[in-house]
Structures are given as structure tokens and as C-alpha cells.
């Protein structure tokens, strides 16, 4: 018996099918975990997770040459061992407590298509090209995707490849398999799968890429399709957005990342069309986008020493990153510099505030991996690389990265991948998901410290003594929430632990984001506590003393003789002034800890050169979402009374 | 590794041919390139019928079904071309194509065979150690920055340690989320206690020394085949397409005889 080409096709088409394991979800599984398990009665400890991994149904992971489905980054972050692409074993030393997988909506799943597709179907001239790229070799599929993502900067991603008929129905037998996989995986308490999808904005190759995520299961999240980011705009997602909510009585929020490749377009403080921001434009960013990604492989975003010249700490995961945009097309400028860190949109949010009303830029901070492996690796003893291109090999570090063209990015500028820290009650899609609403998470730059800070007016050294947690959710509030301005110096409990298994601390700072009597915006950082701090380590002048350095280059190892195992701190704010708008975060540093380049460099023998050495070894750290001090609301007169807040 | 080969391109068409060609077992022998008959049965017919039919959700016309067995024959016709000038035999995605072609042969029926509960017991059984729980435990605990408090404080009697972000005490704690909280170290230096009223230790962990009162643990159990149905059927197919993938390589692979220079 003999099938014809017909058949053929309807194989090729299978092939794109989620062969997952066998058996369904219970109901249990595919809801939001809603009355699924026992809630403690405050967050009682943080949830691990990585809101930011892309697998083989991204066009651009794909093409990078990685062969794991999203079934394989489930499996991994949930603890078990996969073979990696390049072959080798990988096991999580710790499993992860959720997960996002944010393939690229664009042409979801198509440059697997293109793959598996027979070539004399491939009659397009550059998705030909691109498909003989593709096959013939790891290196030469690297290069089709570096095209790729230039043709798409460029808005030139041939028509064959974005054909919305076809990727319609593509999409959509592609993403009730992914729903439904995501179910099967999804265990209240134990393991959180969440649906989203990443929305990759890039005009003129400035990144304004967002993770989408869901609160939801199959059952709502299979009502809709990943919305794509090419060709769309901002509020064109929120709509989507909207839209969702509306008619399926789900939730889903929105994590801007990588504002340091968007050459100052993520944090504007205009509208998008270039004119004023409006408050509608305001009041929509501020409830769509409650968090963003501060940190991730692709450099940090926290802040930019030309931003922040006296902050020591300042220029953590920022060489090479802050040249350019993504694709390099365009360069940055120290003009650009303030759209493109978290630190000063924070402070852009302020201003905007005191002009509108509402805080375009209230967001809460995680950190995430953006790797494209699909393996949720963030450490730097187990980095598995940017891409499959880069996974553990002698050359990775030393190599060009830069998506295209050669100027100046290369392997080891690639920082190991942060997490996001989320403050939940339980571990189940609605808890972590509402974490993330109301801000109370954090950015990790890959360690996981465990960091706790309260907010509040009358807390006292004495809280430390009682069930403090209990104060700090009864007396005040916790990272990510607001404090109205009563007159007084707010007073923070900050509590921050290592990393079990990690490095120790070396100090725990405050950084204060205000806008001054003359309007204009200022940040303070303030060291709140240090190890040895009653000792050894008194301030020298306005500074503490660096902690040391115990790092032995040759080995990649280091020594917890230095540091502190937890530091705490009951800090009020000495610089208030009443009526003042600020916002404080807390920021956690590390002892020095080797980078990733120095284990490979031990692993495969490397002989660095010295601007790699110099650049090997860091301090680690976890951001916290902000807690914002507003002014009480004033009494307005007239035709427009303002609501006072409810209490 | 599975779904990589359910993935796996039907890259080219005369590639695919020969897969499916090899798939169905047709005729029971290879296509010789240079006989210039090509014969479609009726049951061939029917198969390019079918293969339309799956695609549009009707059966051809009897148009289109000329239409389609015109094409098929074209492609026969090139594809035995192309073998009898050898084209499929220097091409290394040929080459790749095809092998995997022949492992997923080999696996075919494990990938898709029902599995009886017997088999997955017996599987569950086997491997108790891959699927049971870590088992819990409750204690108290005390921190000190050195070891040397710790036990002065502990010759002392009462002990009261230093504060601490830590749980001071956790009841029926998942030894998984133990080792989450304290850290590796501690969770291997716990398992050395025996449970007792009093304080043990100290114990190292990442974060300094701790005095435990250990008061109770349950040991690890291997749950229920119902309950982790899914996990084991997994395990179980893996490791039988693995398996099942190194036996028919081995059978292949003992009829040849390799020669280095």
C-alpha cells in the first residue's frame, strides 16, 4: 500500500503537533488553583520562578538551533534531567516553583515550520535562503536567524512566513496543545505552569519587547491566541489585553524587559506618538504592566553609571550591552540613557505624577533568565547560554554576539540569568499570578536570597523581637505598596538572608528616588546595613569600606569568610520632607562570586584576556519592587472632587 | 528526545518518500531504481485519496484525483532518478534524515502502545526511588553565627539562639522544602539525627550552626500508581524507546563490520 503526497503534507502538518505524555489534566491542574490547597494566612515564603524562557516554538530559538519543546522546559525547571540540544545532561541543582514559557508570538512555531516543511513548498527567494541556512549547519542556522531578526527590526520579514491564514490555523492547533501541556504540568502547591507568551514591539530595532502573562488555565487562556508584536502598538496589546479579561473573566499582565536595548523607547516621557503623555496612556500602563524585568541574560537594567555617578554599584551587567539596541542598528547616546534603566523611570514615573496625576511607571521589579535554550538556568556554575549556540563550549566566551553585525558584543558580556522572587501565600497559578499584580516580588540576578521589607510609620527595633511578619502586614506595608504621606518619616523593617547554598552579603542599601522642591528628580542610596558594620567595617567618611575579595580566579571558587550570613535594618528615612513623592527599593548585594566565564575558563582551560579577567568576577544582588510614599490626597474645590482614598 | 524525532523534518520530499515507502514495509522490497515500471494498485489509489481527503475534510473529484496521481507519478519518477544517480548518498541531511528515519522505526510502537497498569507497576516497583517523595520532617531550631556558641549555649541548657529570618520551627516540612529554605547542607546534616525531645547539634548549614530539636519524621514513600500515573508512564516510555532504539542499532549494527584507517 502506498500513500501520495497528500499524505505527506498531513504528516508534515502533524509533525508540528505537542506529542506531550500521555493522560489529561485534572480539574484541579487546569483551573487557577483557586481552593486547590491550604493558603497560610500571610506570603510566608518567596516562590522561585522564571517568568522569561523561550523553547524550539520560538522563531528565533529555533533557528539558534534549540531542538527542546516546552515539554522539556517544563521538565527541567520542575527538577528533572533533560538532554540538552548540544547533548549534554542538565538537571536543575534546585528546581524552580513556577514557570513562564514566553515563546515569541510572531510567527509562533514558524521557523520550525519552515524547517519541517518539504523545500520545493519553500518558494519564497529569502525563506529559501534561510531554510538551506537552516540545514546545513548549527553556524549557518545561527546567521539565518541573525538575518532573521534584522529583517524583522526592519520590518522585512517576507509575507510567506507571516501569512495570517495560515498562521492562524497554525497558531491555533499549536496553542491548545500548549495550554493543555501546561495543565498537564501544572501542580497546585507543588509546580506552577502559567500561560504567556512574549509580545516582541522593535521599531527601528529599539526593544520594546513584553512578557505576557496569565492567571488562568486551558480553559480560558485556549479562548484566545498569542497577539502578535510586529506591526502592532502598545495599546494594541492592552486592547488585546482588555479584551481577554472582558470576555473570558481571566487576568493577565504584561512584563516590559530589556528597556537598556531600547535606545530610551521603553520609558519615555512622552506619549508613543511623540506628543505629550496623556493620562489615559497613563493610567493604562500603570494597570497593564504592574512589573517589569529588571535583570536577565542580556544585561542588567537597574541603572547606567552616567545615570547614577555616585552609585558604586552602578555598572553591573551594562558593558557591552549599552552601545546599542537589540539588533545594533542604531547606537546609544547618554541622551537616551534615562528611557532605558528602571532606576530612572521610577523617577520619570514621579514627574510624570506630579503633572497627571497618575504614575505611568509604578512598577514592581523581577528578574528573569531570556534564555532561549529551554532550560531556566540562572546560575553561574550551570549558564547553558543565551541561545544552543552558546551552550557550554571553549569558544562561547570570547565570541562576537552582537545579532548581525560586528560591533562590539561578545560572549562574556552575557550575564548567567536572574529569577523573579514572588511573595505568595501558596504555590498555585492565582497566588503567584496576584503576587506579581500587587508587586510583591523581586529581582534576583540569579542567587536566591531571601529579602523581606516593610514599610510603615510607627515600626521600632522592637518589632524584630515579636511575630514581626504579622506587624509588617498590619502596621504597614510590603514591597510593592503605596504609603500615604501622613507627616511623618516612613520607617522600614528590611530583612535579607543569603542564598543557603550561596555566597554571603555584603550589605543591604536603600536607594530613594524623589522630585525636590523645584521639581526636579533626585536618587540617594543609603547603606543600611553591612557585615561587620559594629566591627571591623565602620564608614570611612560618607562610605563603607569594600567587603573584600576572596575569589581565586584560577579555580573559580570563593570563601564565605567574608560577609554576612543575614543583615537586617529598622531604617527611617533621614532626608523626608513632608508632602514629598518618593519611592525607595532595597538592594542586596553579594560578596564577590566568579562569573560564569571563569568557570568555563577552568573548565576548558582558557587563557582570558585581561578585560575579561577584569570583568569575571561580581557582586550579585536582588532588587526589591519599590514601596511608593504619595501625598495625602488633597481636597479638591469645584466640579471635579477627587475620591479620598479608602482606608 | 521523543518529540525531537516527532519533529523531525519531512525535510525533503523524496527523503519522506523513502521514510514512508519504508514505514508501510510496501511490497516487502526496495524499489529498484532502474526498473522503468511503476505500478499504482488500487490500495495506493485509495492512499492518495485518503491523504486528500485528511488534508480538505472530502474526497477528491475525479479531476483533482488525476491531478494527484499525475503528481504522484512525477515524483515517483524523480525520486527513482534520483536514487539511480545515487543523489541520496553523499547528502549529508540525507544521510542524517534517513538514520533517524530508521531509529524512529524502531520505536514507532513504543511511542504510542497502550501500557497496562501491570507494566507500570511493575515499572513503579522497579524504580520506587524515582518517584517517592522525600518524606517530612518537624523541628525546632536555634541559630548561632559560630560553633562554639552554639555549644556553649547548649552546655548551658536552654538555649535561645540569635535572631534570625528563618523559620524557628516547621511541622511536617517536605524534606524537599527543608532543603529549599535551610539549604543543602543543613538538609544532609539533618538526616544524620535521630528524633528526640532534646536539642541536638550543632549543625552546620550556609547560614552558621544550628542547635535542632528534631521531634518527628516520616520516612519517604513511594506513592500510589494512580497518582503519579502520568510520571511513570513517561519514565516508562523513555526508557523503552531508549532501549528498544540501542536493540535495534545493535541488531543493525553486529551484520557490519567497521574498518578505521
Known sequence: MRKGLGLLLACGMLSACDMGIGGTATAEQSGDGTQTIELAEFPDRPYWGDTHLHTDVSIDAFGFGVRLGPEDALKFARGEQVIATTGMEAQLDRPLDFLVISDHSDAMGATRRLYDAPRMLVRDPTLRRWYDMMHESPRQSQRAVGELITAAANNEIPEALRDPEQQ???????????????????????????????????????????????????????????????????????????????????????????????????????????????????????????????????????????????????????????????????????????????????????????????????????????SHTALATGDENNFFGKHTGNEPRAGRAMEPQNLGTRVGRFGWHYLAGGYAAAWARGNTR????????????????????????????????????????????????????????SGKAPVFLISALKDPDGANLDR????????????VAQERIYDVAWSDMDGTRKRVGAKVPPVGDTVNRAEATYENTIGAAQLRATWTDPDYRAGQRAFYYVRVIEIPTPRWVLFDAKRFGLDLPQEVIDASVAQERAYSSPVWLRPAARKQVGDAPMIMEET | MIRRWLHEPLVHFLIAGVAIYA???????????????????????AGIALGFERTLGRAPTDAEMDGLVDRWVREEVLYREALRLGLDSDDPVVRRRLSTKMEELATASAETDAVSDATLQDWLDAHRDRFADGGTASLSQLWYASEAAARTALAKGSPRGFPISLPPSVSQMPLREIREIFGQQFAVELAGLQPQPQWQGPIPSGFGWHLVRLTARTPGSVPALESVRAEVEADWRNATIAERREQAYQVLRDAYTVKRE
Open chain 1, 168 to 370: 492562524a490555523k497554525a497558531n491555533r492547533e499549536l496553542w491548545d496543545n500548549h495550554v493543555a501541556l501546561l495543565d498537564r504540568y501544572n501542580q497546585p502547591g507543588k509546580f506552577t505552569a502559567l500561560a504567556g507568551f512574549e509580545w516582541s514591539l522593535m521599531p527601528d530595532g529599539n526593544n520594546l519587547h513584553r512578557v505576557v502573562m496569565f492567571r488562568d488555565g486551558s480553559a480560558k487562556t485556549g479562548q484566545v491566541l498569542p497577539y502578535p508584536g510586529l506591526e502592532n502598538d502598545v495599546e494594541g496589546l492592552w486592547d488585546y489585553m482588555d479584551a481577554y479579561e472582558e470576555s473570558t473573566g481571566g487576568n493577565v499582565l504584561a512584563i516590559p524587559h530589556n528597556s537598556n536595548l531600547s535606545n530610551g523607547a521603553m520609558f519615555e516621557m512622552t506619549g508613543p506618538d511623540g506628543g505629550p503623555m496623556t493620562q489615559a496612556y497613563a493610567s493604562r500602563r500603570a494597570a497593564r504592566e504592574p512589573v517589569v524585568e529588571a535583570t536577565q541574560i542580556k544585561g542588567d537594567s537597574e541603572t547606567h553609571p552616567f545615570l547614577s555617578p555616585n552609585d558604586e554599584f552602578a555598572g553591573f551587567g551594562v558593558q557591552g550591552w549599552d552601545i546599542g539596541n537589540l539588533p545594533l542598528t542604531h547606537k546609544s547616546t547618554d541622551a537616551m540613557r534615562a528611557g532605558s534603566y528602571v532606576r530612572s523611570a521610577l523617577l520619570r514615573g514621579l514627574t510624570l505624577e506630579a503633572q497627571m496625576g497618575v504614575n505611568p511607571y509604578a512598577f514592581g521589579l523581577v528578574g528573569s533568565t531570556d
Open chain 1, 430 to 485: 492565582a497566588e503567584i499570578f496576584d503576587a506579581f499584580n500587587r508587586r510583591e516580588v523581586y529581582a534576583t540576578t540569579g542567587p536566591r536570597m531571601v529579602l523581606r521589607l516593610f514599610a510603615g510609620f510607627d515600626f521600632t527595633e522592637n518589632d524584630w523581637g515579636g511575630d514581626w511578619v504579622r506587624s509588617g502586614y498590619s502596621r504597614g506595608v510590603p514591597m510593592g505598596g503605596d504609603l500615604v504621606d
Open chain 1, 508 to 519: 543591604v542599601q536603600v536607594v530613594k528616588g524623589w522630585v525636590d522642591a523645584k521639581g
Open chain 2, 23 to 45: 514505514a508501510l514495509g510496501w511490497l516487502g522490497n526496495p524499489v529498484d531504481p532502474a526498473d522503468r515500471t511503476i505500478a499504482l494498485t488500487k490500495e495506493g489509489q
